[in-house]
């Protein structure tokens, strides 16, 4: 079961707890549930910790949504793993000497964007198993954050895939 918090309880946020109640009934998640704490916060950032928070922006775009829970719940995943994580992470760093920080393309430091490509490959699995392929990459191909990193993960899935799984991060279900 998961807990859900509401920040304020506003008509907003109610909203998306029963979306994200929806949606959890609906999807066959267990596998990649890492934490079962959630808090709903209109305006917030999504973000993984210290609780996994997320915000009332897609409460039109359901597959948006269950998208934005499954990568921060990766998040959460990879922080019990950082020494396979930091082995990937070199291993990118070889393949993507220079990488794009902020403004929309890459995450907050040059470590955050390759953290992303992690993420963004799993990400791409696990909604792969849960839309089928195609629906996964126009998905993720309309991802308006991290547009870089999501644009690699479409472009050079296989190079990136292999570095994650040469570390012992790929998802199992």
């Known amino acids: 079961m998961i807990e859900i918090e509401l920040a304020t309880g506003s008509d907003r946020e109610k909203a998306a707890e029963r979306q994200l109640r929806q949606l959890l009934d609906a999807y066959d998640l267990d596998h990649l549930i890492e934490t079962r704490r959630v808090r709903i916060e209109g305006g917030a950032v999504p973000h993984s910790h210290p609780v996994l928070t ?15 829970f499954v990568h921060e719940q990766l ?56 839309f089928g392929p195609l629906q996964a990459r126009a998905l993720i191909g309309r991802f ?21 799984e040469a570390h012992g991060l790929a998802l199992s279900k």
Not at 55 to 68: K, P, S
Not at 83 to 90: G, K, Q, T
Not at 149 to 162: A, C, H, K, P, S
């Open 54 to 68: 997320l915000n009332t922006r897609h409460l039109d775009d359901d597959d948006r949504q269950l998208a934005t």
């Open 144 to 164: 308006d954050i991290y547009r870089w990193v999501y644009g690699e993960v479409l472009d050079n899935e296989t190079q990136i895939r292999e570095i994650v």
């Open 75 to 130: 998040h959460w995943r990879l922080s019990a793993t950082i020494d396979a994580v930091d082995a990937a992470i070199a291993d990118l760093r070889t393949l993507y000497p220079d990488v794009p920080v902020g403004g929309g393309q890459g995450g907050r430091d040059a470590y955050s964007t390759y953290l992303h490509l992690v993420i963004g490959i799993l990400e791409l699995n696990a909604l792969t198993g849960l």
